[in-house]
T-cell receptor, first 113, second 112 residues
Framework: AQRVTQPEKLLSVFKGAPVELKCNYS??????LFWYVQYSRQRLQLLLR??SRESIKGFTADLNKGETSFHLKKPFAQEEDSAMYYC???????????????FGQGTTLQVKP | DAGVTQSPTHLIKTRGQQVTLRCSPI?????VSWYQQVLGQGPQFIFQ???????GRGNFPDRFSARQFPNYSSELNVNALLLGDSALYLC???????????FGPGTRLTVT
């Protein structure tokens, strides 16, 4: 079964504290994983993709195939990081330009001053 | 480019009615996908269209249908509305041979 699990609905931390948003997946193929973020009153936007191994706004995420995890981390949280975060698995294939994103239920990150 | 646009922004319908939601992709994007997001949950895949052909369908009843036009814009139709269809409907577009999807602001549908 194809599934993405985000075990925490809400994560509340103080400014400057480290953050780790958990994501586990179930997929039989080679996964393409993403983190999307939705700030208040804004549209869903891509934050990170695992294939690029980049750091955006101080966030990083490492794919661990052994643990089937793709946790999102940031060493020092900022108040502007407060948002809803979604982990997503892509089933797209280039051959047919077909596929979909499978989303987790999302985690609300609340960064307190 | 304004990004992916959707209309209307909000919609209130009565049970049993029909609704049509519209989406315009980013210029140059030929693939459009539709997702339903119920309050408190992540988006759920409904349809994907590429070059005006349906390429994927999620686990939704036949009351849900969609189409893509020659200019790559798309419509999502829902017939015989149920209270449970109340949700935010998201449209996303993708350039060919890419995994990255760009989302629109969504249409908030309320069924009373």
């Amino acid at each position: 079964a194809q599934r993405v699990t985000q075990p925490e609905k809400l994560l509340s931390v103080f400014k400057g504290a480290p953050v780790e948003l958990k994501c586990n997946y179930s997929y039989s193929g080679s996964p393409e994983l993403f983190w999307y973020v939705q700030y208040s009153r804004q549209r869903l936007q891509l934050l990170l993709r695992h294939i690029s191994r980049e750091s955006i706004k101080g966030f990083t995420a490492d794919l661990n195939k052994g643990e089937t995890s793709f946790h999102l981390k940031k060493p020092f949280a900022q108040e502007e990081d407060s948002a809803m975060y979604y982990c997503a698995l892509s089933t797209f294939t280039f051959s047919g330009n077909t596929g979909k994103l499978i989303f987790g239920q999302g985690t609300t990150l609340q960064v307190k001053p | 480019d304004a990004g992916v646009t959707q209309s209307p922004t909000h919609l209130i319908k009565t049970r049993g009615q029909q609704v049509t939601l519209r989406c315009s992709p980013i210029s140059g994007h030929k693939s459009v996908s539709w997702y339903q997001q119920v309050l408190g949950q992540g988006p759920q895949f409904i349809f994907q269209y590429y070059e005006k052909e349906e390429r994927g369908r999620g686990n939704f009843p036949d009351r849900f249908s969609a189409r893509q036009f020659p200019n790559y814009s798309s419509e999502l139709n829902v017939n015989a509305l149920l209270l449970g269809d109340s949700a935010l409907y998201l449209c996303a577009s993708t350039v060919a041979n890419s995994y990255e999807q760009y989302f629109g602001p969504g249409t908030r549908l309320t069924v009373t």
